[in-house]
């Protein structure tokens, strides 16, 4: 063969040019013989690498992301695959996906949020086989986790981590005063402030943004189950000022009561994003607030001097027990990618026990599980707090409970609506009764456009 | 007399020549006239007038991600007019528009004011009251979040602290009021330098003999404002005023990073309402609507400020 | 104004305009300890210059840096030309739809780009542009023309028309008399408008996040916004950044203010 070919042959295979340019010019040289031409079509098809796109969350767990990023290039290279890796982060993946998504050109992998499958269900492709096929292998997923999953009865999402949000108590202040973890929030956690908190010096009891944020929401759909309300009822339907309006009105009451009435919660708590909270801690100016592990991440990984001196518990709860919400990220492939084995593949290598135990060791606890078998994971037991993040995660509710999650539950909490409701309670100065019905209204909307699937 | 005495787009020059034959109609220089504004035209139709054309459509359809639009007609524009929390998004909007435009004209005309008045280090002095216009906005929200921070942030510390002027800090971003304020603020601190710096140019046109025969008819400074420096920068005043309008009005960015919204809809304008509802609530038909709601009414204030420009230069 | 006036109320802009950089800064310079303190606010203590060592080392940034510059300077490059030409056209040349195009100019800022980047996204995929920086060149003018055109119409019309007449006596084609006389009368205004169409490339963020996929080629807003990972800020970090994306613009407009504002003023030209 001319050399010249073979020299065109070798940049292509390493991808230095593109497969028309390895054609043109190898036309040239050949004369454009058609003979030639077939010849170099067979080589350029032979040589031309399968391209798989891939999108990532780039996690606060910096450890984590490079453990990933690492084991897809070694399945790239193992597989002959020419992997290209997007990262995002939480703020901006929603407006690149629907962008994408409308222009046609949606990345063959994502890793997305618990919403995701719901969300995007129309363009996502049905994952049931290797879903079920790894949840078999590994005990069985937790039920919110398969909850959220699927969607019409089929998977759309392979799970892969979960987060939880724990209860964080300054160990320090609470052996001080020889307290003991708060198990209710009322009147326990009330009390348990009180007794720790010290607004002279800037130390207060308790931080729980209701502001719009995920953790303000995530807090009032926890505390409204807590006391055996919630959102939606058994079959989805609303219920906030209806079949569980007692209940509500009561969790309600209580939130704003910690801002208002017992004033255990420093000023200016409504203003606070989800940032500030973890920021209020580590300046050491909260005895107790409720995060996700993330902010525990931060303070292990920098060495923080409160790292030792926090303990994790589960979080408080009300008359009818301590129900929370779980998160997962999963793994999502869009109908229109025509790699889709080449996902699952990918899928299967990652989500292999060796591969993600390498992942799960270095997330200091942020990578919970989602599978029953990987719940009894030695790991779990290596830090006395992690039992917290554990115990929180196996009892924890899908998004929607008592009912199935729906697009409607998932608009109702990305359009904020239960913490518009507290604050509208806190600076709108609604009785709470009102905001309840108000957004009741505005759940009602959302539930006859959405329907209930 | 670029800027400073400008006209609003629209006001025809006199003087032209007769044109005959298939000039007449498309007028004399009409070869030439094309090739030069074609590139413009070009770009506008492909990158502006085609997106623009199909988010219409859009805003009347029922479309949610990744499923195919259904035509609607105007049904999304009538649950918008009735719905709670856009009017309230509307009314923010406006409030937030019109409250910033004004800090930034006062600003605006202050900084023109000192740029030419007798002091040293002019150059140094504009460009460094230009820093805020010319940083990235994101940047600057991000910065104004960290120094809004209850705890931790300076503001605070420096109210509290160091001046003593209260007791305790205040959540900037955490109530109503301050919450509105707040962002306002950030707004006029990002914006006013344009204000300013268009006036100042407005000011270096304006003829320094009016200042003279003002001054030789016994005005004082307070009058010559009044009188001579006021009206030589009525045109660029509404101009500027305009366009700001119009780039308050779509602003995004600094609501959205400093309260998204928040607290309880207490800042929600109208962009950030578009967001939400285009990606939390995947519903890109209404969030479209919501965006171009407005757009008739502002289409209608610059073609009556265009009429009011050209029928009050009759130059 | 008098001399003590001006000095006051400039003294008190300047510190408002200033402080927030100041701050920036010296956020940038404190260490990890320092910031979740309130000990010694306003200097850093100890002195840091972790996060920029990191930022240099550690991520994409001098990539994005580039990326910057190429889009920045090629974009504007482009709007500049095409709102040059189109505003020569529109302020000198008599045609049909002459006095609608020049009062449309504007209007086209009406539509805000958190709508039109959908449908945008779209097109550009369509010209095979999407993940590449050449999207984004030609996306940008499409919200700085505009003001170009507009602020190029205004200057061209201050510039007495007998100057290309004389020109075009003496043989001159129009665009001869257009290169040749108008145009170097006019730089003082296609500078403003090259700076201020420059300024607004650098600092664009929604376009650059949508169209661009890949880590390399991202810009620098883009860029900093990652290192935003959920709810843990780097601030110091992230501050770093901020200074040094802003410098370069800052540095520039110190440097060519005095253009701008010629720019946007009648040049020696007074009509």
């Known amino acids: 063969m001319d050399r010249r070919i073979s020299n065109l042959a070798d940049q292509l295979a390493a991808g230095l040019i593109a497969r028309r340019e390895f054609l043109r010019k190898a036309a040239v040289i050949t004369g454009g013989t058609a003979a030639g031409l077939t010849v170099l079509r067979r080589m350029a098809h032979a040589q031309a690498k399968n391209k798989l796109r891939v999108w990532l969350f780039k996690s606060f767990v910096t450890a984590g992301n490079d453990v990933l990023a690492k084991q897809i290039e070694a399945w790239g290279k193992e597989r002959g695959v020419d992997v290209e890796i997007d990262w995002a982060t939480f703020g901006d993946r929603e407006q690149k996906t629907v962008a994408s998504i409308e222009a046609g050109n949606p990345p063959d992998l994502a890793e997305m949020n618990i919403y995701g499958p719901m969300r995007y269900k129309a363009v996502l492709r049905d994952v049931t086989k290797v879903a079920s096929a790894l949840a078999s292998a590994k005990g069985g997923m937790l039920p919110f986790a398969e909850r959220s999953m699927k969607v019409d009865g089929k998977y759309l999402g392979v799970p892969r981590y979960a987060m939880i949000t724990v209860f964080y108590i300054r160990r320090d202040i609470m052996e001080a005063k020889g307290l003991k973890p708060p198990k209710l929030y009322d009147p326990d956690v009330v009390e348990f402030a009180r007794k720790t908190m010290d607004p002279a010096k800037d130390l207060w009891g308790f931080g729980q943004t209701l502001n719009r944020s995920d953790d303000g929401d995530g807090y009032m759909q926890n505390i409204l189950w807590s006391y055996g309300g919630g959102v939606w009822d058994k079959d989805g339907k609303p219920s906030l000022a209806t079949t569980f309006r007692e209940q509500n009105l009561k969790a309600l009451q209580f939130s704003v009561d910690t801002i208002q009435k017992y004033k255990i919660q420093p000023p200016g708590v409504m203003g606070w994003t989800d940032v500030s909270n973890n920021e209020a801690y580590l300046a050491g100016k909260l005895v107790t607030t409720n995060n996700g592990a993330s902010l525990y991440y931060a303070m292990v990984q920098k060495k923080h001097a409160l790292a030792d001196k926090t303990l994790l518990v589960l979080t408080p709860g009300g008359p009818a027990g301590s129900l929370v919400g779980a998160s997962c990220y999963n793994w999502a492939i869009f109908q229109k990618s025509k790699q889709a084995e080449l996902a699952e593949d990918l899928i299967r290598w990652l989500e292999d026990e060796k591969h993600f135990k390498e992942y799960m060791q270095v997330s200091i606890g942020q990578a919970g599980p989602v599978y029953k078998g990987r719940a009894d994971d030695p790991y779990w037991k290596s830090d006395p707090n992690f039992e917290a993040i554990l115990q929180n995660i196996l009892r924890s509710v899908n998004l929607g409970y008592p009912g199935p999650m729906t697009p409607a539950a998932a608009e109702v909490q990305g359009q904020k609506i239960l913490t518009d409701m507290a604050g509208r309670v806190v600076t709108g100065g609604l009785s709470p009764d009102a905001a309840l019905k108000e957004a009741h209204a505005r759940v009602e909307e959302i539930w006859k456009m959405r329907g209930k699937g | ?315 | 104004m008098k001399r003590a006036l001006a000095y006051a109320v400039l003294l008190a802009l300047v510190l408002v305009v200033v402080f927030p950089f100041y701050w920036m800064i010296v956020t940038s310079l404190k260490g990890e300890d320092q910031m979740r303190s309130l000990v010694s606010m306003f200097w850093p203590s100890p002195f840091v210059l972790d996060n920029y060592r990191q930022l240099l080392a550690r991520t994409e940034f001098t990539a994005w840096f580039r990326n910057s510059v190429f889009v920045a300077v090629s974009s504007t490059f482009l709007a500049t030309a095409v709102g040059t030409i189109g505003a020569y056209g529109l302020a000198r040349l008599q045609f049909l739809g002459r006095g609608f195009m020049a009062s449309a100019t504007l209007i086209t800022y009406l539509v805000p780009p958190s709508i039109l980047f959908i449908p945008l996204y779209s097109q550009i995929r369509n010209l095979g542009l999407a993940d590449s920086l050449t999207g984004l060149i030609v996306a940008y003018p499409s919200f700085t023309v505009p003001f170009v055109t507009w602020l190029l119409m205004g200057y061209f019309e201050s510039i007495p028309e007998e100057l290309e007449q004389a020109a075009m006596i003496d043989g001159a084609t129009r665009f001869g008399a257009f290169w040749r006389v108008v145009l170097p009368l006019a730089a003082p205004g296609v500078l403003a408008a090259g700076l201020y169409a420059f300024t607004q490339a650098w600092n664009e963020f929604l376009y650059a996040l949508v169209f661009i996929t890949d880590v390399k080629l991202r810009t620098l807003p883009v860029g900093l916004s990652t290192f935003i990972t959920g709810d843990v800020y780097g601030w110091g970090f992230l501050m770093a950044g901020a200074v040094l994306t802003t410098l370069p613009v800052i540095a520039a407009y110190i440097y060519l203010q005095k253009y701008m504002v010629e720019g946007l003023t009648a040049g020696s030209v007074k009509g």
């Open chain 2, 1 to 315: 007399m670029a800027i400073s005495t400008a006209r609003l787009p629209g006001t025809v020059r006199s003087g032209a020549k007769r044109p005959v034959g298939l000039a007449r109609w498309l007028g004399p220089d009409w070869r030439l006239g094309f090739l030069f504004v074609l590139p413009i035209v070009l770009l506008v139709l492909a990158l502006v007038a085609y997106p623009f054309a199909y988010a219409v459509y859009l805003s009347m359809t029922r479309k949610y991600v990744g499923l195919p639009p259904v035509f609607v007609g105007f049904e999304n524009y009538v649950k918008l007019t009735w719905d709670g929390f856009f009017r309230r998004a509307v009314q923010n909007s406006f409030v937030f528009t019109f409250a910033s435009v004004a800090c930034k004209l006062i600003l605006g005309m202050a900084m023109a004011l000192v740029l030419t008045s007798n002091i040293r280090w002019r150059s140094l002095w504009t460009g460094v009251l230009l820093i805020p216009w010319v940083a990235p906005t994101v940047v600057s929200a991000l910065n104004f979040l960290w120094i809004y921070d209850y705890s931790l942030g300076v503001l605070n510390y420096l109210l509290v602290h160091v001046f003593r002027i209260l007791p305790q800090g205040v959540g900037w971003l955490s109530e109503p009021g301050t919450a509105m304020a707040s962002v306002i603020a950030v707004n006029v601190w990002r914006g006013f330098p344009f204000f300013g710096i268009s006036f100042l140019a407005g000011m270096k046109a304006i003829p320094a003999e009016m200042y003279e025969a003002a001054a030789v008819d016994g005005a004082n400074a307070l009058q010559r404002f009044r009188h001579v420096t006021v009206p030589g920068l009525k045109n660029i005043m509404m101009i500027v005023m305009l366009l700001s309008t119009i780039w308050t009005f779509n602003d995004f960015t600094i609501v959205y990073i400093l309260t998204k919204g928040g607290p309880g809809g207490a800042t929600q304008v109208l962009p950030v309402l578009t967001y939400e509802i285009a990606f939390g609530a995947q519903r890109l038909g209404e969030a479209i609507a919501v965006a171009l709601y407005m757009l008739p009414a502002m289409a209608a204030v610059i073609i009556v400020l265009a009429r009011y420009m050209r029928k009050g230069r009759g130059r």
